[in-house]
């Protein structure tokens, strides 16, 4: 009888606790501990509770899906960024129906006051995911006093808002978590954008993402259907999304068609995305339906002004008919920031004949600075555009009633991209364009004007005509004549190697260059390597240079020269050294290039004294200014070229230490995609050489790769690799990286000289992190630079644990022992073929 009464009684502890730990709501009379308990909606779709996210042991309130794992599915927290460090959290509700988050001291960390007192206030949680509290007294249980909802945080439920009250000032934004253990606001956000001094843009809003407070991505505007720049969003099987103008209210929703479907909107700070996500049981896992910026073309501005982008063409960008690239050269190597500028003036007269070009299926611009009037046909917009030779472009915004909905921009085009794929194609934009323009080509031309528009339209056309052919034929002649004379100079110049091989560069005589250098003085001298010196010169029209001099003696011969030198004539990208022209007269081998003041890396990094003036923002810059420079020229350069001799003293830096790659002598292009090759003469420094480079001749991009990421843990440490070794274990600087990661002390890396001006820790360890993946011992673990960029920039990235490095023991050990272990009879795999060159900054 005992036994049978005290299995009762534990069978009703039991139950009772069940029961307090899954409550339905909480009063003035109850709470919600730290201790286990949770808050449950009505058909247990959604669960409120406490927890710890990733790795944190920090305490934090939230709600979850209550049948999914809730490491992925947390949906909203109320102290977000402060959060309770004890397990002695407890939520409940004051006399005055007000909302309080507090611990076991009585300390406050998240609270709420109702605007209307509540007789019997209640908080409850209902199946849409919606924290709501109710006053019990109120016949109308769909008046909410307070809901959450109203504050989202990384995560848009079905039916709630994203957008502006104007009334109570009220904004619904969405914020990413800084990251898995930290659920504080980071640096993405998603909100409806609007033009503060333009209440009318409202009437066609847009979805905004930003980046760091600037705006990333722009859904463009809505059109009654979907935004334009999105098309996808208005056919699907799953839910119907909406853009509501209402009672001072303008906001977007959407909502599912089966109410029995999990579904959600994330805002993603790893990958920087938007992504609708469904939950797919059988599978159990979450499906993507689309994430924005869905590619390159969705990112803001990507093409710069007045240019469209073009996600299928290459290069993507390209600038609307009747404008140029305002800057050339860096057009040419896909910098297309500056956007382009018009090539003709539209010499705009209202009185005279004027016109726009069609064009069709985009993403319009950037509206949030136009004119926008919902009750101006397009016709009569056309009218606006026509008469003010300030606007730009004008188009119609409701697809739902064609001819309503006006735009009229003014000054430059932000943000068109092409709409492609099996979705409707988009809007149509008219572009003012001059009218020498539009007689070239009359497709989708809207015109307007007196009865001689078209004869005069003709006339242009004919005139510019002859005048085009006139001006070619002048150039022709010119060019012949000039490519004569440069021929004979250079067949003179270069007769004397025995070569009449063309150079594709400016030639300089071997007097202009010893005026320049004071005939190559000590005091001009910048440094001295293996294959000569470099001095510092001024011409004569006061451009400094630096001219590097190979020696009579240098193993650079002729062939490296011309290979230097026609290589580099090709390259455009600010992170690469120009050669500026070159010399070959008698046994004289001289290449020019544009003078960096602040010379070579290594000086600066390897140096106390100049060390304490690179702080680490600056060195940070340096670090992705070389990634970039190489990403250059290994994916994006007209040819895949493989650097060789990557290391800190051929990193140049200019007046604003901006990195400059340089000395392409050893440098080995491909053609195609190939991807690696075979030498029997190994060129480069210990140290900086990748093992299978070193040691078999086998050269690639991932060579480079590994010799970034030395450049990169010595910018971090200031010390040099080929000197480096740890007393204790005999370590190189690349295996006591690799030691004190896996230890989880890698702050202990960074140079002395830095840690005072480290503001963000993080960034300089994600860069040990990153320098530590790039010297990996395979070569196939090695990431690709277009990964190492974006690894560097993206500082929500999660990084995959790095393999042992090559070189993890003393370098000049492992040399000797790798080496004794190849063919002596092959002298291609001799320490004597070694070359190294160690040329000082210029």
């Not at 390597?529 to 400094?544: A, I, N, P, R, T």
């Not at 190489?630 to 051929?650: E, G, P, Q, T």
Request: net charge neutral.
């Amino acid at each position: 009888m005992t036994n049978l009464a005290f299995l009762h009684i534990i069978l009703l502890l039991f139950f009772c606790k069940y029961s307090i730990a899954q409550l339905k709501t909480i009063t003035q009379n109850q709470s919600l501990n730290d201790d286990g308990k949770s808050l449950v909606s009505k058909e247990e779709r959604f669960e409120l509770g406490f927890f710890s996210p990733g790795k944190s042991s920090n305490r934090y309130l939230g709600i979850w899906y209550k049948n999914i794992p809730r490491s992925v599915t947390t949906v909203w927290v109320a102290n977000r960024c402060n959060p309770i460090n004890t397990s002695s959290g407890k939520l409940s509700v004051n006399n005055h129906g007000g909302i309080e988050l507090s611990d076991g001291k009585g300390s406050v960390f998240w609270s709420f006051n109702l605007t209307k007192e509540a007789k019997k206030p209640k908080l409850e949680l209902l199946d849409s995911g919606n924290l709501v509290v109710t006053d019990e007294e109120d016949s109308n249980p769909e008046n909410y006093l307070w809901q959450s909802f109203d504050y989202p945080t990384d995560t848009l439920l079905p039916g709630m808002k994203l957008g502006w009250d104007m009334k109570t000032g009220r904004k619904w934004e969405l914020s990413a978590w800084k990251n898995p253990d930290d659920p504080c606001s980071g640096e993405l956000s998603l909100d409806i954008g609007r033009d503060e001094k333009n209440s009318n843009n409202d009437d066609y809003p847009e979805l905004v993402f930003h980046k760091k407070k600037a705006v990333f991505f722009r859904s463009g505007p809505w059109n009654g259907l979907y935004f334009s720049g999105i098309p996808y969003f208005q056919s699907n099987s799953l839910f119907n999304f909406s853009v509501t103008d209402k009672d001072l209210e303008v906001y977007f929703s959407y909502n599912l068609k089966n109410s029995s479907t999990i579904s959600s909107i994330v805002l993603n700070a790893a990958k920087s995305t938007l992504a609708h996500l469904t939950w797919v049981e059988s599978e159990q896992l979450w499906d993507s339906n689309f994430s924005i910026p869905s590619d390159a073309c969705d990112i803001y501005n990507v093409c710069g002004a007045n240019a469209n982008c073009i996600i299928n063409s290459v290069p993507i960008c390209g600038c609307l008919r009747g404008f140029k690239p305002k800057n050339v050269k860096e057009w040419d190597i896909m910098d297309w920031s500056n956007g382009c500028v018009r090539s003709i003036s539209t010499e705009c007269d209202t009185k005279m004949v004027n016109g726009f070009m069609k064009l069709s299926g985009l993403k319009l611009p950037d509206t949030r600075n136009a004119w926008v009037d919902k009750d101006t046909s397009l016709r009569e917009c056309q009218g606006r555009c026509f008469s003010n030779c300030s606007c730009t472009a004008y188009s119609n915004l409701d697809i739902r009633e064609q001819g309503s909905g006006c735009v009229n921009w003014f000054g430059d085009i932000i943000g068109i991209r092409q709409n492609i794929g099996g979705v409707v194609s988009g809007l149509d934009l008219y572009v003012r364009t001059a009218d020498s323009e539009l007689a070239i080509d009359q497709s989708g031309v809207v015109k307007r004007g007196g009865k001689g528009g078209k004869k005069r339209a003709l006339i242009v056309a004919v005139v510019i005509g002859g005048s085009c052919f006139g001006i070619i034929f002048f150039v022709l002649g010119c060019c012949i004549c000039w490519r004569r004379h440069l021929l004979k100079d250079k067949n003179e110049t270069v007769k004397n190697n025995g070569s009449h091989e063309e150079l594709d560069l400016p030639l300089f005589t071997f007097s202009q260059i010893t005026t320049a250098t004071d005939n190559f003085s000590e005091r001009n001298k910048l440094g001295q390597g293996g294959f000569g010196s470099v001095y510092k010169g001024e011409l004569e029209d006061g451009h400094q240079i630096a001219v590097k001099r190979l020696s009579i003696r240098s193993k650079q011969g002729v062939n490296e020269f011309k290979n230097e030198v026609n290589l580099i004539a090709k390259l455009q990208h600010r992170n690469l050294v120009k050669l500026i022209g070159c010399c070959i007269e008698r046994e004289e081998k001289l290449l020019v290039y544009e003078y960096m003041s602040n010379k070579s890396l290594d000086r600066l990094i390897f140096d106390q004294t100049q060390g304490k003036l690179l702080e680490w923002p600056k060195r940070y810059q340096i670090i992705c200014g070389i990634a970039r420079g190489l990403l250059y020229l290994h994916h994006d350069s007209r040819l895949r070229i493989v650097h060789r001799d990557l290391k800190a003293s051929n990193v140049l830096l200019d007046d604003g230490m901006v990195p400059k790659i340089s000395d392409f002598g050893m440098a080995r292009t491909f053609g195609g995609d190939q991807i690696e090759g075979n030498t029997n003469r190994v060129v480069g420094t210990f140290g900086y050489m990748a093992p299978e480079y070193a040691f078999s001749g086998q050269f690639s991009t991932k060579s480079d790769v590994f010799s970034f990421g030395v450049i990169v843990l010595e910018i971090v440490s200031g010390k040099k690799s080929n000197s480096f070794k740890h007393q204790k274990n005999n370590h190189t600087l690349i295996g006591h990286a690799w030691s004190l990661l896996k230890e989880g002390r890698a702050f202990d890396l960074i140079d002395v000289l830095l840690r005072d001006s480290c503001e963000n820790l993080e960034e300089v360890v994600r860069c040990i992190h990153v320098g530590l993946l790039c010297v990996q011992q395979n070569l196939m673990d090695r990431p690709s630079m277009s990964s190492v960029v974006f690894m560097l920039e993206n500082e929500n990235v999660i990084l995959p644990q790095p393999n042992r490095p090559g070189y993890f023991m003393d370098t000049n050990l492992q040399a000797r022992d790798e080496l004794s272990l190849t063919n002596t009879t092959d002298s291609a795999y001799s320490q004597n073929t070694m070359t190294i060159t160690t040329i000082i900054g210029r």
